[in-house]
T-cell receptor
């Protein structure tokens, strides 16, 4: 059974610092890996989707890498801003559905 | 604006009562999903539907039921058999163009269910 882990569970950084969020998964047989953002009491917003054949995906200040063989993905957020404060979840798509990690709660201090 | 609408935002259930959570989408998506999120945890899949009149159990379907009579709608019923229903419930949808498994999912704003 696929298991997805995100460490640390919470992270606090000063504004302007680069953010590095980690995600690991146990089964490398995946279709894709997705990163989401969740604001308190809200639904999820899709940030990046990396196909299993890709190594990385970029959107603006966000860059996500995928290493299927080692079961790891990293989300980089450059030059963090207070508006980046949220919970970030990664999820892997197996042959039937998405399996989510527990999320990393990020606080960017002004 | 296209999107997913979940209602109500907050819902309270009495012991022994069934309650139904609404999910409507106007994105013309074929696939729809229901997730449960407990505090500090990730999402777990309850049910999903790839097309109208068809749905499949996810990881934690016990105590829940769904229907998919229209493409736009995928209501979730939390039955009295679900002994620990207090959670945040999220509905999502995705297009089935190409390979559905490779399409991003779009989420509603959730319904928070509590026990009275």
């Amino acid at each position: 059974k696929q298991e997805v882990t995100q460490i640390p569970a919470a992270l606090s950084v000063p504004e302007g610092e680069n953010l590095v969020l980690n995600c690991s998964f146990t089964d490398s047989a995946i279709y894709n890996l997705q990163w989401f953002r969740q604001d308190p009491g809200k639904g999820l917003t899709s940030l990046l989707l990396i196909q299993s054949s890709q190594r990385e995906q970029t959107s603006g200040r966000l860059n996500a890498s995928l290493d299927k063989s080692s079961g790891r993905s990293t989300l980089y957020i450059a030059a963090s801003q207070p508006g980046d404060s949220a919970t970030y979840l990664c999820a892997v798509m197996g042959w039937r559905w998405l399996t989510f990690g527990g999320g990393t709660r990020v606080l960017v201090k002004p | 604006d296209g999107g997913i609408t979940q209602s109500p935002k907050y819902l309270f259930r009495k012991e022994g009562q069934n309650v139904t959570l609404s999910c409507e989408q106007n994105l013309n998506h074929d696939a729809m999903y229901w997730y449960r999120q407990d505090p500090g945890q990730g999402l777990r899949l309850i049910y999903y539907s790839q097309i109208v009149n068809d749905f499949q159990k996810g990881d934690i379907a016990e105590g829940y039921s769904v229907s998919r009579e229209k493409k736009e709608s995928f209501p979730l019923t939390v039955t009295s058999a679900q002994k620990n229903p207090t959670a945040f419930y999220l509905c999502a949808s995705s297009t089935s163009s190409g390979t559905a498994l490779n399409q991003p999912q779009h989420f509603g704003d959730g319904t928070r269910l509590s026990i009275l």
